[in-house]
Every structure is written in structure tokens, then in C-alpha cells.
């Protein structure tokens, strides 16, 4: 939860340079390190501790010393400095997409707009649109980003909460509490997108004294229920956390109940009502005599069901499936052998190939592919045709010697506003992997931007889509675009579509790629690392994989090192240094 408050720091400080006029590369540098933190993946204080502050894309000796400097005391008196000399209002309405600096400045100095909800009111009232110099479509605009930062209030993203509430079962299982079993339960077991709590369910025999750890952890700043076998806190950041602990023998029945969506729960104790079975969180019950609870196996056979993964558990067709043995064998993270997407120092990413081999190595991985951006995308120090041109040839001496792990040669190419990719085709013929991407020109209208991207499927030298739609959850909706016209020319060109898995994407969501696969459409992971530690964010592009009703034959991924030449089939997909 530090790696949020730093990163929030750094992002506030680039948006007071803005607002002063300074440097853009000074803002810029700002921005990328919070972008960096936000999503790292490990704890900043780890780091710390192995004085690799550095590492980090975007970070150098100094702003390294403000960041130590934030996690000593909170804040950075650069930072308080700063704060001092504009109005505080203008940095709030910063966090909404659609004001840039110059907006917020004349909404402040206009209408005297201090606060989100001030400028909601007038929005709504449409005095935005009569200031000189914004209009009808800033002012539609502003209503958007508004929602979409009140939706980001309300529910934050899985990648961001996944690894907290992981640790903390962890910490609850390791740190000395009775626990017989634990698990993480709700929207974050099903792998959700964006998560509105935390829930957990212990199995212990001294229920109280699981709770008294609970609550006596130091890092809630409020508890907001302590009972006998149950308990809710929240985190610093808002999040709350409810803890349920119950007997061993109904641990199965609540881990149920706990994790299904409100739909799938109600169809599940339909079915029991049609057996002539109750069911609920106590366990499945024939009369008053309870027939199953201890385990989720024995919850789904006592309705005559297989086990539903609980990524499936939203009444989206999973117990019909069940009901007619037409469930499908998910994707598992054991099933991955690479992972499409990660960026090295040759770009904006921190690790040499090196250390992106030991780490793949490190996760069972076979194969990494090496994606930098392209020459147009400066502010990601996007490589020109010579500097790629020597990673090519560092990645085939590289595979020369390695008898472990093996790289890819890769890009991540931008399409340019008409569907024209950022190298020309004799460069992009040198590369063993092209993945292509929307970076810029976010507000192109629908037909165009469809149009833009299914040129560039189209492009005999292009493997993947990458991040499709372009969404940050909680930051930037999706850009307008046809997503059945893209899934059905992906399919028809043979180019598959990423599962990105950084966690402020998980894009291509789970609709959409659960579509992609039944119109033939095949998806490839990528954790878009810039760390090497994020390489593990493939997790969390498996649960959206499995969300998704996705096979191994589903995911590209799933295929060893030998098997890559033909992954994609036509003659597309071609590897050059096997």
C-alpha cells in the first residue's frame, strides 16, 4: 500500500510542474516513475533494502532519494514545497481524466471549482461548456472522467489488491494464528477486474483467537467489526477487509458461498430447492441432517455437480455446462512456457537480457519475448532501426549460448492514426516477434480507430494485438472501437490477441476474449514487465484467461519453444533464430 501513497506523490508533483510550465521532460519523468510504482508488483521498501531504488523504469539517483525520503517520513519536502505555492483544488481536479493543466487552471480561476463534486454540480448544470475555450465536448468529457474516477473510488483494480490480500493470508497462515485452512474468497478468487472488498475465510477451532490476530495487525486505521467469528477492518487506502472464520467441518460450504457471484449462488440453491436439498453457507442439507460441507468438492457432488473453478462462478452458462459435462479444462499457470510481452533495458524496462532469462528460468518459463518499443514513442525511449538492430543481434548471440531459457527478438510497434506500423517491413521481416499497439490518437472516432487497427492485424509481419482496447482501469476507459470487427479480422488474419496482464490493463478483458476464442480468435499472455519481477503478473492474466473459459489450446503461451514456428498457423507466426 506505500508503493500507492509514493506513487500518488510523484504523480502530483508532475502535474504541479505541468500546471508551472516546467520542463516536459521533468514532468514527464515524474509521471513515468508513479506509473512504474504503481504497478511494480513488489514492495518499495524491498527495494530499498537492496539499494535497487534504480531499477525501477523512470528512476534515477534523485528521484530515488525523494522516494526514500517519502517512506521515511510520508511526504518529500519538495513535494510540501510545491503544494504551497498553487491552490490545492487544482491539483484535485488533476485526477480526472480530461483536465489537463490549462483546463484546470481556468476552471479554477473561473467558477472558483475546488472539489469533484463542485465540479460535478456545475458539469451537470452546464456552465463548463461557457467557458471561452472548452465547450460542449471538454465539458462531456469532464462529466466521463468524472464517473470513471468515481468508479475507481469505488472498486480498485485486482492487480493492485491481489497481492495484498495474498500476502495477507499469508501473514495470518505464517504469523501464529489457529488457522486450519484459509483462503481468499469473493470477486478477488473469481479474478475480477476491479474488486470492491477484501473477503477471507479461516477454518479454526478458536475462532476468537484468529480474530484477535486479525484486528491486532498494524496496518489497519479502523476496525469496523470485532465479533466472535467474524471481523472487518480497513486499510489506509480505503479497501475494506471482512474476515470470516468458521468451523472445519462447513469450511468447503462457506468458501462456496463466500466466493460464487450473487447470480451463481441463487442458481445453485435452485438446483438444491429442485433435489430436495437446502443449501447455504453452513453446507448442503437433506432435511435437518447436513449431507456435505467440510470440502467444495463434496458441496458440487452432493448436487450431483464436477467442481466449477471459481473463476467460472457468475452465472455466465457455468452450471448448465456442469449440469451437462461440457465444462471445459482451464488454462493453468503450470501449463505457461513463455510469456509474449516484457520490455529490457533496451527501452523502458530495467532488465539485460540476463536477468530476464534467470527470472523466466526462476518461474519454469522456456521462452521470453523481448518486446521494446518502437522509434516513434520517444517518451518510452522507443528504439531506432539501428539500436534495434543491435538487441536483434544480441538476442541471437544470447541464444547461442544459452542452453536454458530462449528470447525472442520482439517489438512492441506502434500503429501510427492510419494503420501504418512504426518500422518498415524490411525491419519488422528481421524481428522473430511482432506485437503491435496503440499508444497515441486515443481519441479517434470509432470507425477510425477500428479501421486503423484491423489494418494493422492485416500486416503479414504482425503476431499479436497488444492491450487491444487501450483501457486503464480506473484511469482511461477503453477508446472507442469495434471490438467484433477486430476479433473477427484478428481471427481471419491468424493474429492473436494479448491478454495483457499489468495490472492497471487485464485487457483483453474476459467478455471480449471469451468471444475471441469461440470466433477462433487465439490469445497470448503478456505480463508487459518493465521489472523483471513482473514477470509474475502472468498470474493474473491466467485468471482473466480462465474467466474466460480458456483452454492451454486456447493460449499461445502454452506452447514449448519448439512448437512457437507454427503457433499461429498460415505461415504467420515465424520464428528466425530456432
Not at 46 to 60: F, K, M, Q
Not at 105 to 121: A, F, M
Not at 160 to 185: D, K, M, Q
Not at 480 to 500: F, G, K, P, Y
Amino acid at each position: 500500500m506505500k508503493n500507492k501513497h509514493v506513487a500518488r506523490i510523484l504523480q502530483n508533483i508532475g502535474d504541479i510542474l505541468e500546471i508551472r510550465g516546467e520542463n516536459p521532460f521533468r514532468v514527464r519523468a515524474y509521471r513515468r516513475a508513479a506509473h512504474s510504482i504503481e504497478a511494480l508488483g513488489v514492495d518499495l521498501a524491498e527495494l530499498r533494502r537492496a539499494d535497487r531504488l534504480t531499477d525501477i523504469p523512470g528512476v534515477g539517483r534523485d528521484l530515488a532519494g525523494k522516494i526514500t525520503e517519502i517512506l521515511d517520513t510520508g511526504t518529500c519536502a519538495y513535494y510540501d514545497r510545491l503544494i504551497r505555492e498553487i491552490p490545492a483544488g487544482i491539483v484535485q481536479l488533476l485526477t480526472v481524466p480530461g483536465i489537463g493543466p490549462r483546463t484546470a487552471r481556468i476552471l479554477y480561476e473561473e467558477l472558483q471549482i475546488s472539489g469533484l463534486d463542485e465540479l460535478e454540480r456545475l458539469g451537470r448544470a452546464g456552465r463548463l461548456a461557457e467557458l471561452r475555450g472548452l465547450g460542449e465536448k471538454t465539458q462531456n468529457k469532464i462529466l466521463s472522467g468524472l464517473e470513471l474516477v468515481r468508479r475507481g473510488r469505488e472498486r480498485l483494480p485486482l492487480g493492485r489488491v491481489y497481492p495484498f490480500a495474498s500476502a495477507l493470508v499469508e501473514t495470518i497462515r505464517a504469523g501464529g494464528a489457529p488457522v486450519e485452512r484459509i483462503s481468499v474468497a469473493g470477486s478477488i478468487r473469481r479474478f475480477q477486474d476491479t474488486v470492491k472488498d477484501v473477503d477471507i475465510v479461516a477454518a479454526s477451532g478458536k475462532p476468537e483467537a484468529v480474530i484477535r490476530f486479525f484486528t491486532r495487525l498494524g496496518f489497519w486505521t479502523e476496525i469496523l467489526e470485532e465479533g466472535s467469528t467474524r471481523a472487518a477492518a480497513r486499510t489506509e487506502e480505503g479497501l475494506r477487509v471482512d474476515l470470516r472464520v468458521v468451523d472445519p467441518a462447513v469450511y468447503g460450504a462457506a468458501l462456496c458461498y463466500l466466493t460464487g457471484s450473487k447470480a451463481h449462488n441463487i442458481r445453485m440453491r435452485q438446483l438444491a430447492a429442485q433435489k430436495g436439498l437446502k443449501l447455504n453457507e453452513y453446507g448442503v442439507f437433506r432435511d435437518d441432517r447436513c449431507i456435505a460441507g467440510a470440502e467444495e468438492d463434496d458441496v458440487f457432488a452432493a448436487l450431483e455437480l464436477p467442481f466449477i473453478p471459481p473463476e467460472l462462478r457468475e452465472d455466465h452458462g457455468e452450471i448448465e455446462a456442469a449440469l451437462e459435462g461440457t465444462l471445459p479444462r482451464l488454462v493453468e499457470k503450470k501449463d505457461l512456457r513463455g510469456d509474449f510481452h516484457v520490455h529490457s533495458v533496451y527501452s523502458d524496462g530495467a532488465g539485460t537480457l540476463e536477468d530476464i532469462a534467470a527470472e523466466a528460468l526462476r518461474l519454469g518459463l522456456e521462452w521470453v519475448g523481448v518486446c521494446d518499443h518502437s522509434h516513434s514513442l520517444k517518451i518510452a525511449r522507443g528504439l531506432s532501426i539501428r539500436d534495434l538492430r543491435q538487441k536483434i543481434a544480441a538476442v541471437r548471440a544470447f541464444n547461442q549460448q544459452s542452453t536454458g531459457v530462449k528470447l525472442l527478438a520482439g517489438a512492441e510497434v506502434e500503429i501510427d492514426a492510419h494503420g501504418r506500423l512504426d518500422y518498415p517491413d524490411e525491419v519488422l521481416a528481421e524481428l522473430d516477434l511482432v506485437l503491435v499497439g496503440v499508444h497515441t490518437g486515443f481519441g479517434q472516432d470509432r470507425e477510425t480507430m477500428t479501421a486503423r487497427i484491423v489494418a494493422a492485424l492485416q500486416h503479414p509481419a504482425v503476431h499479436v494485438l497488444a492491450h487491444p482496447t487501450g483501457r486503464l482501469l480506473g484511469e482511461r476507459a477503453p477508446y472507442q472501437v469495434d471490438m467484433d470487427r477486430v476479433i473477427a479480422a484478428a481471427a481471419r488474419a491468424s493474429t492473436a490477441l494479448e491478454i495483457n496482464a499489468y495490472p492497471k490493463r487485464l485487457d483483453l478483458d474476459d467478455i471480449h476474449a471469451r468471444q475471441a476464442a469461440r470466433k477462433g480468435a487465439k490469445m497470448a499472455l503478456g505480463s508487459d514487465a518493465h521489472l523483471v519481477e513482473q514477470i509474475g503478473f502472468l498470474e493474473l492474466g491466467v485468471g482473466v484467461a480462465r474467466r474466460a473459459w480458456l483452454g492451454p489450446v486456447d493460449v499461445l503461451n502454452t506452447l514449448g519453444w519448439a512448437e512457437l514456428g507454427t503457433a499461429l498457423g498460415k505461415g504467420k507466426f515465424r520464428l528466425l533464430n530456432g
